[in-house]
């Protein structure tokens, strides 16, 4: 028998319900399963529906003595609950099919269906953007969101078992995070306010007095680009450590990066097959190469780059090709491209006029660059970060060399004045790692629900 029971199903047979996956270890038992019919197959003596929940899909067979079912109308992405019982089959994919006894209809869905969600004929990006919550049932966002949670999973709970704290910044705040001009603005009350564009002085502010930090956050720039590669909000995983410098948290990046990479593997494997990925987890330690020799290497295979320009998307993939190893750092970076905060070296430290002179040959390039670095991995940077400043008048004084006003900065500045430790930390691209494991061309493939220059809706 079958009847619509949108109300009297809600009412008590989730309670029983079981997924899908869970189906094998109840074979002969009358269970409960609910989902999304994906496909019907219509023949003279035999009817096949796919239901598919969140953990995958069955086949239901209804024979034509059962009139009620085998006539039963059903579209595709019709929300049913189905009771009955789970049997072996040597003609099913999976080796199990289900026979139920009776189908409710939960709720319809409108046909035509707008996207493509079987992905005989995938949709174009803006109409399955448009209708996003029917596009994250096809097998390939289903895919990109979960290898994306696995990731994300994977970096929380490998830095929660470390001893880091996750705090919370402010989204929205008073003045540039960065000193730069690509800010949304807002109204606020009888002031105007500010979409936060990286969360850097409030870690900062937590490192220096719980040592271990990390945050996963939204950032809006008011960047008009509109690339394959960029948004105006994106989701940052940020850590800032205290009583470290720049070589302390490259060390914990590599860490948490081959952990998450070794995670995924293990659990996405599913999804790495669908998407037609093999994940390649690097050997530690990853290799350190500097901005220069960078420069150098490109200069080397005919590039014309010069010290001081930043890299190209395309050289970037170059330089992983030179360099020859999956993921890898870049490091000491020229002061001018790197943010006010920066640590440049100290010529008169001895440790760094000793790495200075072994590095580069003499002192004087220490007054060139700063201690920042950047991480590669599959010819794509996912990650930058740097030692950051934490003596006031070398803060005030990076400042007007960026010029800017340290007036201006004062709220800034001032959380330094009270025993501030040396620290140092990094941020990695939540869309933009999820991109470079699944392969996408496009970042908005890796965002639930993009905003860019042209979108914000849904």
């Known amino acids: 028998m079958f009847k619509c029971v949108a109300s009297d199903w809600c009412q008590g047979m989730f309670d029983s319900r079981i997924y899908i996956n869970e189906a094998e270890e109840n074979l002969g038992e009358t269970i409960t399963l609910a989902g999304w019919v994906s496909r ?9 529906i796919v239901l598919r929940d969140r953990t995958g899909e069955i086949q239901l067979v209804v024979k034509p003595e059962s009139k009620e079912m085998f006539e039963l109308p059903l579209g595709r992405e019709d929300v049913i609950a189905v009771t009955g019982k789970a049997v072996r089959s040597n003609v099913a994919n999976a080796g199990l099919e289900f026979v139920p006894d009776n189908i409710d209809v939960v709720n319809k869905s409108e046909q035509p269906l707008p996207v493509d969600i079987l992905e005989n004929k995938k949709s174009d990006l803006d109409t399955r953007l448009n209708y996003r919550f029917l596009d994250f049932r096809s097998p390939t966002s289903n895919a990109i969101f979960t290898i994306q949670n696995t990731l994300v ?11 880091y704290m996750e705090f919370q910044p402010p989204c929205i705040i008073g003045s540039a995070s960065e000193g730069g001009a690509d800010l949304f603005a807002i109204p606020y009350f009888d002031k105007m306010a500010f979409l936060a564009q990286s969360p850097q002085l409030y870690k900062q502010m937590c490192a220096i007095s719980f040592e271990k930090v990390f945050t996963i956050t939204p950032i809006w720039r008011a960047e008009k680009f509109n690339t394959p590669t960029h948004l105006n909000e994106v989701r940052q995983m940020d850590i800032e450590q205290a009583f470290s410098n720049d070589e302390t948290v490259m060390s914990v990046l590599e860490k948490v990066l081959a952990h998450m990479l070794q995670v995924t593997k293990e659990k996405a494997a599913e999804q790495l097959e669908l998407l037609g990925r093999e994940l390649v987890v690097p050997e530690l330690p990853l290799r350190r190469v500097t901005y220069t020799e960078a420069i150098e290497m490109l200069q080397g295979e005919g590039e014309t780059i010069l010290w001081g320009d930043d890299f190209t998307k395309t050289q970037e993939k170059l330089l992983t090709e030179l360099v020859g190893q999956e993921a890898f750092f870049l490091k000491d970076w020229p002061g001018a491209q790197k943010a006010f905060y920066a640590m440049p070296y100290n010529k008169e430290d001895e440790a760094d006029a000793k790495y200075l002179e072994e ?3 003499n002192v004087e390039m220490g007054d060139k660059i700063v201690r920042a670095f950047d991480c590669l991995y599959s010819g794509i940077e996912i990650s930058s970060g740097t030692m ?9 004084e990076r400042i007007k060399y960026k010029g800017l006003n340290p007036d201006n900065f004062e709220y800034y500045i001032g959380a330094f004045r009270y025993g501030a430790p040396p620290h140092a930390g990094w941020s990695i691209g939540m869309e933009r790692i999820t991109m470079t494991v699944t392969g996408q061309d496009n970042i908005r493939e890796c965002c639930m629900f993009p905003r860019d220059r ?4 849904p």
């Open 359 to 361: 590095t580069y040959g």
């Open 40 to 48: 019907t197959r219509d023949l003279k003596k035999i009817r096949f």
């Open 153 to 163: 999973t994977a970096f929380r709970n490998f830095l929660s078992g470390n001893g």
């Open 388 to 396: 950051r400043i934490h003596l006031p008048e070398l803060l005030a």
């Open 454 to 457: 042209d979108r914000l809706v």
